[in-house]
């Protein structure tokens, strides 16, 4: 009998970031068995900072067309400050991420306007039916961005143990003024980011290849 350890394991080492979707929408009882479990999510005081504002069918489509407007013309303004550098092996890691993802459709490493295109794929949402916008309450602070960081990861693993495809996009995020007026959403909520998700397309190749893992000894420190 597999014991929920391994099952929990499976379901990691399953999920993936899925960067081309299927065009099928997901059911809303679905969408919300997501979302019920994410929110099983610990969070300091229990006071469960995060709420998702989810798009389906037209309203998806609004928000793609609003986004790609917002790339063209507005100066990104996230409301969490990007990562000053990727020193050391944070920096090694992404840029194997980049050359497997290029590598994988096919882009050589010295065609900027391929990798360009291909990046612009973020603010298409990879193609996804559905886009989940996860956002924190700004008076907790990074407390309440870290809390709800284990909700983002949550509904991750929800949506791969359902059959679905997901991937989170900070990218999206650079966009928070926009998003704000577009959803209706007040100052004092924070935009974290962006989870496209839905069906995953198992044909397209920017789905068939598997980023590596630390070893345990790289992350690991046991004392006494």
């Known amino acids: 009998m597999t014991n929920a350890y391994d099952t929990l394991y499976a379901i990691l080492d ?10 099928d929408p997901v059911a809303t009882d679905v969408i919300e068995q997501i979302i019920r479990a994410a929110g099983q999510a610990p969070s300091w005081c229990n006071a469960q900072p995060w709420q998702v504002t989810v798009t389906r069918g ?24 990007w990562p000053d550098s990727y ?18 459709v ?48 949550a509904f991750m693993l929800a949506a791969t143990a359902l059959g679905l495809g997901s991937i989170a996009q900070a990218s999206v995020a650079a966009y928070a003024p926009m998003i ?7 100052d004092s909520r924070l935009i974290l980011c962006a989870i496209s998700f839905g069906l995953p397309d198992p044909d397209h190749p920017a789905n068939r290849f598997r980023t590596t893992r630390a070893d345990l000894d790289e992350v690991f420190d046991l004392r006494g």
């Open 14 to 23: 399953a999920r993936r970031s899925c960067r081309a979707f299927l065009p």
């Open 180 to 186: 704000r007026r577009h959803f209706d959403l007040p």
């Open 106 to 153: 096919g882009i050589a490493r010295n065609d900027r306007a391929a990798r360009a295109e291909q990046s612009m794929q973020n603010y298409h949402l990879f193609g996804a039916p559905h886009v989940a916008i996860v956002h924190s309450t700004a008076a907790l602070g990074p407390y309440g961005a870290m809390d709800t960081g284990g909700f983002i990861t």
């Open 87 to 104: 020193p050391g092996a944070h920096g090694a890691r992404r840029r194997e991420c980049g050359l497997q993802l290029y590598e994988a």
């Open 58 to 81: 037209a309203e998806t489509e609004r928000f793609r067309n609003a986004l790609l407007d917002a790339v063209g013309n507005d100066t990104p303004a996230p409301d969490l400050p």
